[in-house]
C-alpha cells in the first residue's frame, strides 16, 4: 500500500530526507550479507577512508553509526564530554534548540547564547564568553553549522579564530547535517573536534545512519570523558578497528553498498563542484523567492544558506497550508516551519543530488494555478 | 557503467520511452519465474481483461507481444490483409511514413494521402476515395491517432463517419501508439477493427511489449489473410488462450508484473481522469510555448496533441543543438525533430505517468542561463 | 563494485541479518519521502498497531527505533531502571556476555547467573535469588530468550511462573532478537515487561530498526527510572505519538515500507505458521546434523532452538576454516563460533523466510522427507 | 499482487527464463531514458562489439532485436533464405519441431531429418543428403544446438566438417538458445552462419531479446533473399550501424543495462569458466539422477546436455505431477515434459548464474563432492 498517491512523482524538496539518486537506489537494492565475511570488512575499509574526505580531514576518525543526527549529537558529546561540563550552545532556531534540549538531559551546565530566529550565531557574546573564561570552564563550543530550521549557515572559521585569539582549549563540536557535503566543510583547518551528518542529507541516501568524525584532541578528550554510554561508545568501534572486523554490531548492508555509491557520485562530480553547485543552486532559489515577492526568513545575506531556503509567507496565509496544498495538489513536498515559525515560513530543501531543473519546480505556480 | 550521469536526476520528457513510476518499476524488480507455473497464466488472465478497458473495447481480443510498436504495426498488418491489398493510408509525419514504407515493403498496395507535416490526416481525400470505390477494393484504411511527430492528433470518430456514410467495409487499423491510455480512444464506439501502442508509451512501462486489440471482424479477416506470419501471427496466441496456457513463446515476466502495476495505477486514478490530465498538461505547455514566443508545429488546434508538442524554433537556431544543450547542461531530455522538421522543432513529451509540477521544467530556461 | 562476487546467488545462513524476501526487497526500492507529510504517519500507525501482534501484546506499547539490537538493549534498560539497581541476568553465550556488559556500563548492579555454554538459564538459581529477596532488591530479571551464539532457546513461561511463586515485582526483560516472529512468543501470557528484537533477524528486513514493547508497568517504571537517555527515550516517541505525528526524529522510510511488506507477508502465512514452520525447519537441521554424524552445541532437548543450530567440529578441525570455506567455494554464509566456542562450532541459521527446499542446501533431503 | 507465494523463495530450475543474478536485477532497476541521447548509442557501441565474444566470432555481426527465441528464429531464416528454398532440419524434440513448423509455415521445403526425442542429430542421413546434393539444392542446414525439451546437444563441430567433406555451399544455422554462453559454441571455429539465443537463457535477464550473429557470408545471402520482412529485417539495422545511432525502433533501455550487467559477470568469471562450471553442475545432475535411480532421457553420453536434463519417471508416476507438487509444495519450479514426452519426463535447467549449492537443491551434495 502506498499512502502517497497520485499521478507523477512525488517532487521531494524537504531539507531532509533528500532524494536519492537512481545509482545509489540500484545500489540498495540488495539482500542481506554476512557482516563477518571477508566482503564487508572490505567494504567498510574503503568507506572509513573516504568519508574522511567529505569532512575535509585528514587526522580525524570516522564513525558509521546506525542511528540518526539525534543518535550522532549524542554521540558526540557523551564520547567527548562529562556530566557537570560547562559548554557553551547557540540556540538559533529549532534544531539547536533541539541539541540544546539533548545537552541539559545529558546533564551538561549549557551556557546558551540565543539568537533572534532568521539570524546566526552571535559571535560578539562568544567572544566575550572566551575572553571572561580564564581558567577554561568552558569544555565545548556546539553550534549548528547550517540551522535547518531557518536556513541560517554560520561561520565556522570565525568561531574558530576566536578559539585561537583567546588560546582557548575548549573542544569545538559542529552538527553538519544540513551542510556537510553540500556545503564548504574544512574540519582540519578549522580544528573542528567533532563533526556530524546524517546519511539522509547531503549523501542523498535514506536515513539511518549517523556518520562523525572525531579529531585527535576528541578522540583523547573520549578517554576522559566520564559520561555514561555503550551503543555511542566510539571506544567499542575503536576495538573492532583494529581487529579489522569494523562492526561491534549488526551495520545494515544496504547503507555500506549506499554509502559507497553515494561518496563514488560525490568524488565523481568533485566535492568542491558539488559545494559549488549548491551555491548556484541556493542563488537561485533566493531569486526565485525574492521574484515571487516573498521575504527569506534569513536576516543577511552572511547568513545565507545554500542548502534550505526559509520562506517567510504574507502574515494573512497559513504556511502550513501552502505546505498541505502543494503536497495534496501537486505531489510536492516542501518543509514545514517549525516552533517559532510555524505558520509563517515554509521551507525549500535544495540540498542533495539536484540539477538546475529542479529549481524550475518552483517557477510554476502561477502557470498552473489556472488549470487545476 | 553509466552513460548518464550529471548530478541530479534525468528529465525525461521525449515522447518516449516515458517516465516509468515507481511503483511500476518496483513491481518489476524480480527474478525471472517459469511461466508454465500456475502463477503467471492466472496473471495473464487479469491482464487480458483488464488491458482491454485502456481501448474502450468490450468485443475486441487482445494480444500482448513481446516486440515493439514496429513490431505491433506488422501484426495488425500481416494478420489482416493479404500481399497486394489495396490499403490508404495517410502520410502527416515521421512515424506514418514509416507505417506506410513497412506496408509497402509488406506487399501491399499503399494508397497514400499526404499532409503537410503539422496538419491532420486530409479527411476531404479519404472521402472522395470512398466513394469512388463502390467495388470495395480498398481493404483497410490505416491511420496514426497521434502523429509523434509533429504532433497532430487526427480525428478517428470522423473516419469512422466517413466509412459508415459510405457503407464501406474497410477495415480500420490505427496506431494509437502515443495516444492509448492518453488521450480519449474509444475502439468500439469508433469501430476500430485493430489498435495497439507500445508498453514505453502512455503506459509508462519499459519498451518490449506490442499490445493490440482486435475487432472480431478483423478476427474473421484474419482466418482469410494470406500474408506470411509466424511470430505475429494472431492465431498461435489464440490456440494457447483457449490452452489456458497463454503464452506461445517467452513472454517478459517483468513486464507482466509491470503491466499490473502501470493498469492499476491508471484505474486508480480513473482512465477518463488520466485522459484530462493530459488535456491540462497539453494545454499547459502549449500555453508554456505561447510564453516562450515560439509557434507550435501543430497547425490548426483541431489536431493539437495533449502528449507531444513539436516547438518550432526561429530560422537561426538548429533545434537539434536545443536538444543536445537541455541533455548535456541540465539532463533534461527532450525530442529532436524528425527527417522534414529536422533541425527545426523539438519535441516536448508530456504523456504517460505525470503531474502538473513536471511542466515547471520548461519554465526555467532564462532564469538558470545566467547561473550556469 | 560487489566484494562478494562468485557464480550464483549467495546462500545466506548465518543466524542474521538473514535472507530478505523478495517482496521486502521490492517495497524497499523507493526514493524517500517527507516524514512530516500525512502519509507516513498514516502508514506508522498500521505499523505501530500490527508490531504488537508480532509480540502478541494487546496492552504493550511499541517502539520503532532507528538502532540495533545493541541500542535496543539501551532503551529497554535505561527506560526502566536507575544507576545501582540490582538486576538478575543469565550468562550462557555470547550474546548474554555482551547484554551484560552493557548493563555493568550502564552502572547497573548486575546479579550474573552463569552457565555452561550449550546450556539453558539456570532457573533453580534464580528461584533461590527470589526467594531470598524478600526486600525486593532485584528489581528486573534479564534473559535472552535465545541465545544466538549456542543455539539454545530459554523457557520464559517459567520464569515468569518462578516470579509469579514467589509473588516477586521484578520486571521481566527480554532479549528476543532472534526468537520473536520465528519462536513461541507471549508477552502478555508470560508478564513480559520489555520484549525487544531487530529488524534484520526474524522479521526478514535489513538491518536499522530495533523493536521494543513495553508493558504497562515498564511504561510506568519509565516515569521514576533515573538512567540518563535522551536518543533511546521512550518519552520522546509518546509526545510524538500523542500528537499523531509519531516521530521525534526522521525514521528511514525504506524500512518502514520494508516493514509493512514484511508484516503483511507473515500475516498472510499465519504468525502461528511462520512458528510451526521454524519448528519443522529446526528439526530438520538437527536430523542432519545428526545424519552428519556431528554434534549440537545446545545440550539437552529442552533448549533446542529453532531459528540456530550450533554444530560442533571434531576436535581436529577448525571450524573457522569450515565458514571460510564455505563462504570462498560456494558463496555459502554460515556463522562463526563465538568467543568461548570459537574454533568450536559454525552456526547454521534458519530463521525468517525460508521454506523447504533451503534445508536441502545442507544435504537434508532425506531428513525432512519424513516432516513436510 | 504476487501470484506466487509461500515462505522462502521460489528455487526456480526450469531451462528458462532462468535465475537473473542480483548484480543484473540491480542494473535494470532503473527508468527509460532516451535512447537518442548520446549515452544510449555509447553504451549500445561496447554491446555489440562485447556480445560478439559469446558467439566466439570476430567477423560476425550481431543484432540486438526486441523479441523472443521464436523472433530470432524468423529473423535468421528471412534474411537469409527465399521462399521455396530447400533447407534440411532436425527433427529431435519439441523445440526443433517448433522451429520446423515456423520453417513450413514461412514457406521453405524442410527436408526433416528426425529422429527418435532423446537422440541427438542424425549426421549420417546428412551425410547422404549432403553427398546426393550435387546441384546444392540444400540451401540452409537448420539445427539445434542444444535440445531444451530433451537435454540433448548436438555435434556442430561434426556437421561442419560434413559440410567441409563435401564442399557443400549451404549456410549453417544455429538454435543456441540453450547453448550460447553455457556450452561450448564457436562459431568462426565451426563456420556457423547464424547463430542465435534468446536473453532469458544463459545470459541470465529477462526475456525480451533476442540475439543473433550473422557471418558475412550470412550478411551476403541477405542481400539475396527474397523472404519478406520488416521488422526482422537486418538491413534496418545495419542502415542504423552505419549512422552510429544503433536503432531502428526503440530498444528496451532496461535490457541493454542489463546485458551490459550480463556481460560484465560472464567476462569477469570467464566465457570458459562459465562453461567449464556448466560442465561441472551438469554432471553433477546426472550423477544425482544416478542416486536416485532415474534414467536420463538422453540415451547417449555423447548428447548430454549440461544445461538441461530431462529425468524419465517411472511409468506409474506422472511427471507432470512431479512438477505440480514441487512448485505447490517447495516453491520449487522445474521444468514440465513437452509433446511427446509429456507425463514422462521432468526436466531440470541447470544453466545460467549458478553454483555448487544450487545442485544441494536436489539433493546433490554427495554426488558434486568428489567434483568441486
Redesign the interface.
Known amino acids: 500500500?502506498?499512502?502517497?498517491?497520485?499521478?507523477?512523482?512525488?517532487?521531494?524538496f524537504?531539507p531532509?530526507?533528500?532524494?536519492?539518486?537512481?545509482?545509489v537506489?540500484?545500489?540498495?537494492?540488495?539482500?542481506?550479507?554476512?557482516?563477518?565475511?571477508?566482503?564487508?570488512p572490505?567494504?567498510t575499509k574503503t568507506l572509513l577512508e573516504d568519508v574522511k574526505k567529505i569532512f575535509k580531514t585528514t587526522s580525524g576518525t570516522p564513525f558509521l553509526i546506525?542511528?540518526?543526527?539525534?543518535?550522532a549529537w549524542?554521540s558526540a558529546l557523551t564520547n567527548t564530554l562529562s556530566?557537570g561540563d560547562r559548554i557553551v550552545s547557540f540556540l538559533i532556531g529549532q534544531f539547536s534548540l533541539l541539541w540544546i534540549d539533548?545537552q541539559q538531559?545529558?546533564?551538561f551546565d549549557v551556557d546558551v547564547i540565543e539568537s533572534e530566529w532568521g539570524q546566526g550565531a552571535n559571535l560578539d557574546i562568544l567572544a566575550m564568553k572566551l575572553a571572561a573564561d580564564r581558567a577554561h570552564t568552558i569544555k565545548a563550543i556546539c553550534i549548528v553549522h547550517n540551522e535547518t530550521a531557518t536556513g541560517v549557515t554560520n561561520n565556522l572559521s570565525a568561531v574558530r579564530n576566536l578559539l585561537d585569539e583567546y588560546r582557548h582549549p575548549a573542544l569545538l563540536l559542529v552538527d553538519g547535517v544540513s551542510s556537510i557535503c553540500a556545503l564548504d566543510f574544512r574540519m582540519d583547518e578549522w580544528g573542528v573536534d567533532v563533526a556530524l551528518t546524517?546519511s539522509?542529507k547531503a549523501l542523498s541516501l535514506?536515513?539511518?545512519m549517523g556518520i562523525i568524525c572525531a579529531s585527535p584532541k576528541a578522540l583523547e578528550a573520549s578517554k576522559m570523558a566520564k559520561?555514561?554510554r555503550?551503543?555511542?561508545?566510539w571506544n567499542d568501534y575503536l576495538k573492532f578497528y583494529k581487529l579489522g572486523t569494523y562492526w561491534?554490531?549488526?551495520?545494515?548492508?544496504?547503507?555500506l553498498y549506499g554509502l559507497?555509491a553515494a561518496l563514488d557520485?560525490i568524488f565523481?562530480?568533485g566535492l568542491d563542484n558539488?559545494i559549488a553547485?549548491h551555491g548556484?543552486l541556493g542563488?537561485?532559489t533566493r531569486?526565485?523567492v525574492e521574484a515571487w515577492g516573498l521575504k527569506n526568513c534569513t536576516q543577511k545575506e552572511e547568513w545565507f544558506s545554500d542548502t534550505v531556503t526559509a520562506v517567510v509567507v504574507p502574515p494573512y496565509i497559513d504556511s502550513a497550508e501552502v505546505v498541505r496544498r502543494a503536497?495534496k495538489?501537486?505531489?510536492?513536498?516542501l518543509?514545514?516551519g517549525l516552533n517559532k515559525v510555524a505558520g509563517k515560513v515554509f521551507r525549500i530543501g535544495h540540498l542533495g543530488?539536484?540539477?538546475?531543473?529542479?529549481?524550475?519546480?518552483?517557477?510554476?505556480s502561477t502557470?498552473?494555478a489556472g488549470?487545476?
Open positions: 500500500m502506498d499512502y502517497v498517491y497520485g499521478p507523477g512523482r512525488n517532487h521531494l524537504v531532509g530526507p533528500v532524494n536519492i539518486p537512481e545509482p537506489i540500484r545500489a540498495m537494492n540488495r539482500n542481506n550479507e554476512d557482516y563477518r565475511s571477508p566482503a564487508v572490505a567494504l546506525p542511528t540518526t543526527g539525534t543518535g549524542e556530566p539533548q538531559r545529558l546533564k546524517g539522509q535514506p536515513t539511518g559520561s555514561v555503550v551503543f555511542f561508545d561491534p554490531y549488526t551495520p545494515s548492508i544496504q547503507l559507497r557520485l565523481e562530480e558539488v553547485r548556484r542563488k537561485a531569486l526565485a503536497w495538489r501537486y505531489n510536492l513536498s518543509g514545514l543530488n539536484l540539477n538546475e531543473v529542479f529549481s524550475s519546480s518552483f517557477g510554476l502557470a498552473t488549470l487545476s
